[in-house]
């Protein structure tokens, strides 16, 4: 059941070698669907999370919009697609998110700035190649940006993947080869213990969601721990109401068998509000 994790980045064909493996491996791709997903649980139009996302987004957009929910919405897409297996996931930080993973291949797939203009252009059908170069460096920054804030990464540097390919030089076909190559690698194989720890990462991000979704915990921010079915909620909470909702919530969530809550008072709230906490 191969999991594979690659970049999204303008122009470097990496869409097209998404698409031609999952059609040679009868593999699933995550599409924009997830757009769908993230507008319906956020209530944000699809139209801001795509500006923020391509860095488009205006003062208003950015001075309103949730991106640390987002973040932990799409993690939580990302995490259930990923355990379900035979798919191919393109950006939405999937590389990052499941490079922990063992059996989970990430790949790079980059090209020259050259050539990314030239396929812009002709995919915009313009002969101005600034304007395109322009656009194709915002991306590129918007990407730098959110990989660094969600992460604490540089993008594009390449020890966080497992194979980068350049299509300066290889084709589509030839990247495919490369990548179903390295899946069959001992190194990937799938083991009772992987798969464990990839379920053990879903189960994590639904109660992280779940905790952002329910209004009397949207404000929470804690440390959650899954094995097998137990998870241990630890980190400070302000208050006991807080303490109680969050240990309810996590209960609620399908897959959870047992909650731990270690959750600890903060010890003088009046110090937290006025910031010298």
Known sequence: ???????????????????????????????????????EKMDMSKSVIRRL????????????????????????EVFELANKGNVVLRGWG?????????????????????????WLMGHLETDDADFAEAE????????????????????????????????????IESCVSQILNLTTRPEFKETKASQAALQNMTLEAHVRAALRSAVATSDVRVT???????VVL???????????????????????KSVDNQLRLMANSKLYSSGKY
């Not at 998110?97 to 050539?115: A, E, G």
């Not at 915002?138 to 540089?154: K, L």
Request: glycine letters at 6%.
């Open 224 to 230: 959650i721990e899954a094995d097998a079915g137990r």
């Open 136 to 171: 194709i460096r915002r991306s590129d920054a918007a990407h730098a940006a959110r990989m660094h804030q969600q992460f604490g990464v540089t993008w594009g540097d390449p020890v966080l993947y497992d194979l980068v390919l350049n299509t300066d030089r290889l084709s």
């Open 53 to 76: 996302r391509e860095g488009k987004a205006g003062f208003v957009d950015r001075l309103t919009a949730d991106e640390e929910g987002m973040a932990i919405y799409t993690a939580e």
């Open 234 to 256: 630890s980190g400070i909470v302000l208050h006991a109401d807080e303490h109680v909702a969050a240990e309810k919530v996590a209960t609620a969530v399908p897959g959870v």
């Open 1 to 39: 059941m191969p999991v594979i994790a690659m970049t999204q980045e303008m122009g470097s064909l990496a869409k097209d070698v998404a698409v031609h493996l999952a059609q040679t491996q009868n593999l699933a791709v995550m599409r924009h669907e997830v757009i769908e997903h993230l507008a």
């Open 94 to 118: 999937a590389t990052c998110l499941l490079r922990s993973v063992p059996h989970v291949v990430t790949v790079r797939i980059t090209r020259s700035m050259k050539k990314r203009v030239e």
